[in-house]
């Protein structure tokens, strides 16, 4: 069997390898935690107030969905009674300009 010093010595290097290895991962911690900011601990009622702006948002995100969907639909049925306006317009400037031709032809004879 080996002494103590001699299973000291072999292990050293190992425990060397561990110190760095937890040096390392106690840096990256630090790292983490500093890019994160603190934790904050889960019964302080933040986690329930952001659930609840949350599920607010999300409501009015589907009450504008739903306003936006009704304002298209309206548009597009005013655009469509334009078009019909237009068109109105058009004939009913035609039968004018015929109706003026008309008046103007029985006057001459």
Known sequence: MESQGDLASLLKP????AKLAEDRLAMLEAALQAKQGPKVPADSGIIDSLLELRAKLETAKAEQLAER??????LA???????????QVLHLKRSLEEADKRICAAQEN
């Open 14 to 17: 190992f425990h060397e390898r």
């Open 69 to 74: 969907k009704k304002a298209e639909q309206e």
């Open 77 to 87: 049925t005013s655009a469509s009674e334009v078009k019909k306006l237009q068109y």
